[in-house]
């Protein structure tokens, strides 16, 4: 029996990036599954990733997520998109170990267009710039230190930052 090999690609980086975006375009471009764990951990906990944070807290949605991560290295094999603060967990950033992990990077500029008033983004209260700000400035090395490989998104849309992290994974899976 052939065991499985974990998802095609991870994809990580911070709110904005575009990560449930272009993990749904490399589904299609790939006719595979995609998957996202804050959707695997609403769908779980019959509510919403902001009703999550406010009603149980942010270490409950953390651990709840690092098992969704975990669940979804284990069984699927298409495109996996994980929620922007999910690498700051060290259990998580385990489970990552020898996962192939593409990091799009995006500027502060970009970011704040993209994720306008910050709705259903429960860490985004209050000033949003100086929000983001604070999240990319503490999170930034840790994405670094996880991906295998980054892709740059400010100012550029996302079915070309689909294309770029296709021909960066099919290049590793020929190499
Ligand atoms: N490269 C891009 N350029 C412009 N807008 C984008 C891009 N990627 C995503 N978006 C838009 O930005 C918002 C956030 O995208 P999303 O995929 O939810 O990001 P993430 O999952 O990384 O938080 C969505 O409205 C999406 O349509
Ligand atoms: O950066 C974060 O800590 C979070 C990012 C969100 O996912 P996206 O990055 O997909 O918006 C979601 O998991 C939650 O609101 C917390
Ligand atoms: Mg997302």
């Known amino acids: 029996m052939t065991e499985p090999h974990g998802p095609r690609v991870v994809l ?3 709110m904005g990036a575009g990560k449930t975006t272009v993990a749904d375009l490399l589904a299609q471009a790939w006719g ?6 804050d959707q695997d951990v609403e769908a779980q906990e019959g509510r919403s990733v902001q009703e999550i944070f406010i009603e149980l807290g942010e270490p409950y949605f953390r651990d709840r997520e690092r ?3 975990r669940a979804a290295v ?5 495109v996996l998109a994980l929620g922007g603060g999910a690498v700051m967990d060290p259990g998580t950033r385990e489970v990552l170990v020898g996962q192939r992990v593409v990091f799009l990077n995006v500027g502060l500029a970009d970011a704040a267009k993209r994720v306008g008033l910050g709705q259903g983004r429960p860490l985004l209260v209050g000033n949003i710039r100086s ?3 604070t999240i990319l400035t503490e999170r930034l090395p840790i994405y670094a230190a ?3 490989h980054v892709v740059d998104t400010d100012g550029r849309p996302a079915d070309e930052v689909a294309d770029e992290v296709r021909a960066w994974v099919e290049a590793e899976e020929g190499a």
Do not use: F, L
């Not at 595979?32 to 764990?37: F, I, K, L, P, S």
């Open 67 to 69: 098992a969704a991560v």
């Open 32 to 37: 595979c599954e995609v998957r996202d764990t």
């Open 74 to 78: 284990r069984e699927h094999t298409g």
């Open 131 to 133: 929000r983001i700000k």
């Open 146 to 148: 996880v991906a295998s």
């Open 12 to 14: 990580i980086g911070p």
